[in-house]
């Protein structure tokens, strides 16, 4: 039930924080627009007035780029060291944007304040940013085990068999998915907690995150279980919609664009209601705990 | 005496089974080798010994003083193989990890001992630690029509790292396993200029070239064990623990066989062939999908090639402990590959089929050189690999097909050699292994698919349909060269296009087959000038528009073109005009620049070389078109694609 009122308020408050879900969207956007126009450009000259773009109105064609030699290898090694720049900017980006988020979707956030979005988010930067680095840290490391580990085992094994190789795998990769979970509840608690204690520091931030997430784990676990669900839902959606969508004028290629967007506006969306979810979870069951205290 | 008399009249009792008919009606080739083998698989030792009785008939008009055998399981006696020194490995280091055959005795038909007359040799690069070919000198050379006959006892020790052959664990893929005669040219055949024996060493990238033979083998393995060969199973017997299973083929160039516990056996019939599979239980899901692959084959290669003549055909899908042993070629065995996961849309196990089942044909029945001529067999047989899959599996998707990325053979096969920096290093008329280090694949498989897709484009499908039939009517079972290709080519396009492409097709061979140059056609520019024509008397100066100009839209257009390889082949040209009229121009492709001109009342809009991509050899089809009105539409959709996709992988893994 408790998870059902959380996930309630979590919802209404994620709604009423649209206008800081949009700044994160149009940072994000800006951040990514900055890296794919010249992508777009060079792309765009290296085709010229070649008709073999007609190529690709049914969708990509592997001969059409392969025959751009050089410049795809040049394409290719921006696409590849462009992510990884735009990972980074994005890592620390998020980290300032998440702050402004869980101030706005905390109980005293009413009304829309773009100063108040981003003092928070400057407040809690630093802070933040340590917590996810160190999740994200633990997160490869558990991959690392989880996953690694066992498909090197397995492809140096000669006895196992092949289905038997293959439920190993899939059982240490849903074994990883599993976890994510847990992961990502005690960056949100430890987040959610910060946001109230901004004296504390983030390593108490990231104990307190811990310990909440393992103290309430099965209503807490359910919760980001359902929420990662919807957003799953969301991925499918966007996945029947958009790679099949293939037009071939300026303005349905321009629709595209927007279309395209409004999903990704959706799916900041659903990130802000998992915040505000686990931030009203911690708030419910810090009352109850006052309450029997 | 009398011993001598009986072991003649059995080895007459051999060549007379050998010659008899138990598979086919009729034999199907000349069988001048024949091969009797009685092993046992010894599963402790990994090793696969016994007798062997072979012949071989002297067909030619010369008298020949020796044999010469493979050996080839040699190649994996040590590191300084020319096998393992073309790869630049190592079979392994311990003993159990070698591989080799010794021959412990062998003796002729009048029971004449033979080691001391057995030398081993290597042909091809001096190598003294390689020992894959065995050279016998006759105690009375061998006058033509004499029938040589051998007797053997040897030992086979498997390699534990199945390259093509060998075990792992109780996995047994065996190739390449007995001594076997190499063929003997007579000056004439193929490019032999004097008579001799071809009998190339064991090579990092070919194996295959041998006369067609009958083979009866007899095989004694623990019970437990499945097996499969590239002959019929006439017999087997079961005595406590071990059976014996005697196999019988007729008129292949190789025997192999294979033995596991775990293989589960499928089959299935294609008109009068019975087909077998073996494959690991894990992959029963596959087994539909390979039925299908290689009946698609049978069938395309049967229409358009010939009939593929035996009545029987097994392949293996080898498990992942025998992997190494997938994506080869026996004739009327094969192994395939795949995974009890393969995506559906992915048709790389229904591939490997098509090609491998594809070498029956190209190396198979036309049993050309491997060695000497590994486009012969490799990419003629790529091309009917890439003609099949994109037939059957869909044209623009026969080897990829998923809505995100869609990949057809024929572009799987262009794109390995048209991007390849060496793509100019070596013609396709090279020995296996002297092709420069990485090209081997590029330049036998790729290229040589690629250009006989141009020449299908130059010369019509029915045209190269009907070469290859008539590659198979005069060249099946027998031993084909390259000239010889080149020669059917040449008659039957002369035979069905007269003088159209000229007195014959040299020009397109000595180009594409023989020499490095590439293929590019470039068209170089679009130029649309309004015409100034004056109508009666016109004035100007220098403050006013010159006066009684006609103003009317009559343009002066051509079409710049530019050849940038060395490669010359006919083009068409499709030019499209503002008005929408297309002419189609037809282009020799001989000048370095080429121009066409137009005058009337539209401008050119675009123009495109080779609008249907029928010059597959060119290495770019982006610059092969140019219009003035540019369309970005697919271009940004794209963009806008990748900018969604990254926005949405970032917000998923940033917390």
């Known amino acids: 039930m408790r998870v059902f009122s959380s996930l309630k308020t979590g919802f209404s408050r994620s709604l009423r924080s649209w206008k800081d879900v949009l700044i994160v969207w149009f940072i994000l956007f800006i951040l990514v627009s900055v890296f794919m126009y010249p992508f777009r450009t060079s792309l765009g000259s290296a085709f010229g007035t070649s008709m073999i773009t007609e190529k690709l109105a049914t969708g990509f064609d592997i001969e059409a780029f392969a025959d751009l030699g050089s410049t795809l290898k040049t394409l290719l090694s921006f696409l590849t060291s462009g992510f990884m720049i735009l990972y980074l900017t994005g890592f620390i980006t998020n980290a300032f944007l998440s702050g402004g988020l869980f101030n706005s979707v905390g109980k005293e956030s009413i009304k829309f304040s773009s100063r108040e979005f981003f003092m928070a988010g400057s407040k809690n930067f630093w802070s933040f940013l340590v917590i996810s680095l160190i999740l994200t840290l633990i997160m490869g490391f558990l991959s690392g085990i989880f996953i690694l580990i066992p498909v090197s085992i397995i492809s140096f094994s000669e006895t196992v068999s092949e289905k038997n190789a293959y439920i190993i795998v899939f059982s240490a990769v849903a074994v990883f998915l599993a976890i994510i979970p847990v992961i990502l509840l005690v960056a949100d608690y430890a987040r959610a907690w910060k946001t109230v204690n901004e004296n504390d520091s983030c390593f108490r931030a990231l104990g307190f995150g811990f310990s909440q997430a393992f103290r309430n784990f099965k209503s807490s676990y359910i919760l980001m279980l359902f929420l990662i669900l919807a957003q799953i839902a969301l991925g499918i959606m966007i996945m029947l919609i958009l790679p099949g969508w293939k037009p071939v004028t300026g303005s349905g290629v321009f629709l595209l664009l927007i279309i395209s967007q409004l999903m990704f506006y959706f799916r900041l969306l659903l990130k802000t209601w998992r915040y505000a979810s686990v931030t009203s979870h911690l708030e419910n069951t810090s009352a109850r705990k006052n309450e029997n205290l | ?655």
């Open chain 2, 1 to 655: 005496m009398e011993r001598k008399s009986a072991f003649i009249l059995g080895l007459f009792f051999i060549i007379n089974t050998l010659h008899g008919q138990i598979i086919n009606k009729v034999p199907l080739s000349e069988r001048i080798t024949g091969y009797k083998i009685n092993v046992k698989l010894d599963t402790e030792a990994k090793t696969v010994s016994g007798k062997m009785e072979a012949f071989w008939v002297n067909k030619s008009n010369d008298t020949v003083s020796d044999i010469r055998m493979h050996l080839y399981m040699n190649a994996f006696r040590s590191n300084r193989t020319t096998y393992y020194e073309e790869l630049g490995e190592s079979p392994g280091e311990n003993e159990s990890d070698l591989g080799w055959t010794e021959i412990k005795s062998i003796g002729d038909k009048n029971g004449h001992d033979l080691i001391p007359r057995m030398t081993y040799i290597s042909p091809d690069d001096g190598n003294k630690s390689d020992k894959t070919v065995v050279r016998v000198l006759l105690p009375k050379p061998a006058k033509p029509g004499d029938t040589v006959l051998v007797k053997i006892d040897f030992e086979t020790k498997l390699p534990s790292r199945i390259r093509r052959t060998g075990y792992s664990g109780d996995y047994y893929f065996v190739a390449q396993w007995f001594p076997k005669f190499g063929v003997y040219e007579p000056a004439g055949m193929r490019y032999a200029t004097s008579g001799g024996w071809n009998c190339h060493q064991f090579h990092a990238t070919s194996e295959f070239y041998s006369d067609h033979s009958v083979y009866d083998v007899t095989v004694s393995l623990p019970v437990n064990y499945i097996t499969g060969s590239g002959g019929v199973l006439i017999s087997e017997t079961v005595d406590g623990s071990l059976k014996t299973q005697l196999f019988r083929a007729e008129d292949i160039v190789d025997f192999a066989w294979t033995a596991w516990p775990g293989y589960a056996v499928f089959k299935d019939k294609w008109k009068n062939t019975d087909i077998t599979l073996l494959t690991s239980k894990d992959r029963i899901n596959q087994v539909e999908r390979q039925f299908t692959a290689v009946k698609y084959a049978l069938e395309y290669l049967d229409q358009n090639v010939g009939p593929y003549p035996w009545t029987h055909l097994t392949f293996v899908d080898p498990p992942s402990i025998g992997a190494g042993a997938g994506g080869m070629e026996y004739t009327t065995l094969f192994t395939s590959e795949s995974s009890f996961l393969m995506p559906s849309f992915f048709y790389m196990p229904e591939m490997v089929t098509v090609h491998e089942f594809g070498h029956a044909y190209f190396m198979g029945i036309l049993a050309s050189n491997e060695f000497e001529e590994p486009w012969l067999d490799e990419g003629v047989n790529s091309f009917w690999e890439a003609r099949i899959m994109d037939h059957f599996y869909g044209n623009s998707y026969g080897r990829v097909n998923h809505p995100l990325l869609r990949i057809s053979d024929a572009a799987a096969m262009r794109l390995p050699y048209v991007r390849s920096q060496a793509r100019q290093e070596v013609s396709n008329a090279e020995y296996s292994w002297n092709y420069p280090k990485e090209t081997y694949s590029m330049m036998s498989y790729f290229k040589t698919a690629t250009w006989l897709y141009t020449m299908m484009g130059i010369i019509g499908e029915e045209t190269t349909n009907d070469i290859f039939r008539e590659y198979y009517r005069k060249w099946a079972f027998k031993h084909p060269s390259g000239k010889d290709f080149v020669s059917v080519a040449n008659e039957v396009v002369r035979r069905e296009h007269g003088e159209q492409f000229g007195p014959d097709m040299n020009w397109f061979f000595d180009q594409t087959l023989y020499g490095t140059g590439i293929c590019d056609y470039k068209v170089e520019g679009i130029y649309n000038h309004k015409y100034l024509k004056t109508q009666g008397k016109a004035e100007s100066d220098e403050t006013t528009e010159p006066a009684g100009y006609n103003t009317d839209s009559l343009y002066f257009s051509s079409v710049g073109l530019e050849r940038t390889g060395e490669i010359m082949l006919p083009v068409d040209v499709l030019v499209h005009f503002t008005d929408g009229e297309e002419v189609h121009e037809r282009w020799n492709g001989k000048a370095r620049y080429k121009e066409f001109n137009y005058t009337g009342n539209r401008e050119i809009e675009w123009v495109k070389i080779d609008p249907e991509f029928k010059i597959r050899m060119d290495v770019n089809y982006n610059n092969n078109s140019m219009t003035m009105t540019p369309q970005k539409a697919s271009l940004n959709r794209l963009v806008n694609k990748i900018s969604a996709f990254i926005q949405f992988c970032l917000s998923i893994i940033l917390l």
